[in-house]
């Protein structure tokens, strides 16, 4: 069963950019799209995009596009979600998941509250 | 349109049955899949897009679509079975992308 285990808790102030990390295992990484979601507090789930790790495809929500970029190291089996110009309305739980397949491989990485204050 | 609408609570009897809709174009085009979420965990897939239940899912979960509308039903509710529910369906390029609201199921 694969594992998806993301980078820790950030605090950014408006303006700046973040980098999050989903760090697969169990799995042949390249065999699965990585997407990222997106949960606001007490609100609901948006996707954001994906990544396919075989090639580097991406395609973005148009919401969040022009300030995200996901990425893929097969070095590493790590893919990335980068999002910019922040501000306060990206106050959220960023999750990573394979969403794409079968439900053999529906698998979500834990979250990561990105808070954005000054 | 690329919207799934749902219910925003629904609230159901313990051991009675509830049904939970989402409506949307999409639903036409493709299976959606169902997930559950409890507070401070991550979505849990119930139901995947060929009505298919996952491992340890229990079998009280199923779904069914006609039209623009998918259901999820769960037949004789169980207290555990509180949390908040997602239809998830295709966009045009056949990606994952298109969420309902969500649903906040509470058993009485």
């Known amino acids: 069963e694969g594992q998806l285990v993301q980078s820790g808790a950030e605090v950014k102030k408006p303006g700046a950019s973040v980098k999050i990390s989903c760090k697969v295992s169990?799995?042949?990484?390249?065999?699965?799209?990585i997407h990222w979601v997106q949960q606001v507090p007490g609100k609901g789930l948006e996707w954001v995009g994906f990544v396919d790790p075989e090639d580097g495809e991406t395609m973005y929500a148009q919401k969040f596009q022009g300030r995200v970029t996901i990425t893929a190291d097969t070095s590493t089996d790590t893919a990335y979600m980068e999002l910019s110009s922040l501000r306060s309305e990206d106050t959220a739980v960023y999750f990573c998941?394979?969403?794409?397949?079968?439900?053999?491989?529906?698998?979500w990485g834990q979250g990561t509250l990105v808070t954005v204050s000054s | 349109s690329s919207e799934l609408t749902q219910d925003p609570a629904v609230s159901v009897a313990l051991g009675q049955t509830v049904r939970i809709t989402c409506q949307g174009d999409?639903?036409?085009?493709?299976?959606v899949k169902w997930y559950q979420q409890k507070p401070g965990q991550a979505p849990l897939l119930v139901m995947s897009d060929t009505s298919n239940r996952p491992s340890g899912i229990p079998d009280r979960f199923s779904a069914s679509s006609s039209g623009n509308t998918a259901v999820l039903t769960i037949t004789g509710a169980q207290a555990e079975d509180e949390g908040d529910y997602y239809c998830n369906s295709r966009d045009s390029s056949g990606h994952p992308a298109i969420f309902g609201g969500g649903t906040k199921l509470t058993v009485l």
């Open positions: 998941a394979t969403i794409g397949g079968s439900d053999l491989t529906d698998w």
């Open positions: 999409s639903v036409m085009r493709y299976y």
């Open positions: 169990g799995y042949t990484f390249t065999d699965y799209h």
